[in-house]
Structure formats: structure tokens, C-alpha cells
């Protein structure tokens, strides 16, 4: 995992000039007596690619590509919600990249446990809320992010990064 001093410099790069920015980490993880725990070393993109990962479907209308390393595995499951990809997880079932938040409770109760990567072991993913025009923004457009800053103001730093 990154250092905190890092984290910070990498959300001060990728500050966005314009709305919202949502900034998450994601994390390999899997039932603690998964194979990929008990390889005894740190692992590689390539090692995850041999177990099953699990996957939320996308639901983009165009699907016009696969990203990499997220979905390299051959053995995949494809599951329709977050909850599901947790539950099958929990029982050794496959691994998944998780954002960290959302497991937070599955790993501090032992049920989850983050794979020791080699490198990549944590992956970032920024969300965006941008104006068309940041000068002139609707009022219907100013009400949703005033909304979306209240909610992502409630979570913890290391949660979320906004910038305004």
C-alpha cells in the first residue's frame, strides 16, 4: 500500500480544476484460505490471472473493449452487484479488486484478506463531475453536485478525495 505522503501527492496531481473529483482505491482481495494466500510469496498479475476473478458486470451500452489487468483472467465470473461479488469472495469463490471502502468490514472480520502483490497491488480510480460550463452551471446541475459534495463530504479522507 502507498504511503500517505504519496497518496497525497497523487491527489494533488490529479486534482480537477472544474466540479467534483471522487478519488478511490481499490485492492485485490480474497477469502484468507484462497489458493493465491497460500503461494507464500508476493504475487503478479500473471499468478491472478490462473484463479478466478470476479466481476460486476458493466452495464455501458457500448462495450467496445476489456481493461487489461482488471479483467485478464480467462476464469471469470460475471455477477450483477456489488453484494454478490462480496458474498462469493467471502467464501473463497475467486478474487476481485475491491474499492477499499467497501470491504472495510469483510477485512477487519478476517473474512476478507488483501493478496500481497508483487507491484499493483492497489489500483486508483478517479470520478469526475465536471460543468460544461463551470462559469454558468444550471441550477439543476449545481443542486446535484451540491449534492453528491454532501455525501462524499460524510466519508473519510482516506475514503474519498474531493476537490472543488
Request: glycine fraction near 6%; proline fraction near 4%; include cysteine.
Amino acid at each position: 500500500m502507498w504511503g500517505n505522503a504519496k497518496k497525497s501527492a497523487v491527489r494533488r496531481l490529479l486534482s480537477c480544476c472544474f466540479g467534483l473529483e471522487i478519488w478511490r482505491a481499490f485492492v485485490a482481495a480474497a477469502h484468507p484460505d484462497h489458493r493465491l494466500h497460500q503461494l507464500g510469496r508476493p504475487l503478479t498479475l500473471d499468478d491472478l490471472n490462473q484463479h478466478r476473478h470476479l466481476v460486476i458486470r458493466d452495464n455501458a451500452v457500448k462495450h467496445t473493449r476489456e481493461t487489461g489487468a482488471w479483467l485478464g483472467s480467462e476464469r471469470r465470473w460475471t455477477v450483477s452487484h456489488k453484494a454478490t461479488q462480496i458474498a462469493a469472495a467471502c467464501r473463497g469463490m475467486g478474487f476481485a479488486w475491491f474499492p477499499e471502502h467497501a470491504i472495510a468490514g469483510e477485512l477487519q472480520a478476517g473474512t476478507l484478506k488483501p493478496i500481497a502483490m508483487r507491484e499493483g497491488g492497489e489500483r486508483f480510480v478517479e470520478l469526475y463531475l465536471i460543468f460544461a460550463d463551470p462559469d454558468f452551471p444550471s441550477a439543476s446541475a449545481t443542486h446535484m453536485a451540491d449534492i453528491l459534495r454532501e455525501n462524499v463530504s460524510s466519508l473519510s479522507a482516506e475514503q474519498a478525495k474531493v476537490d472543488c
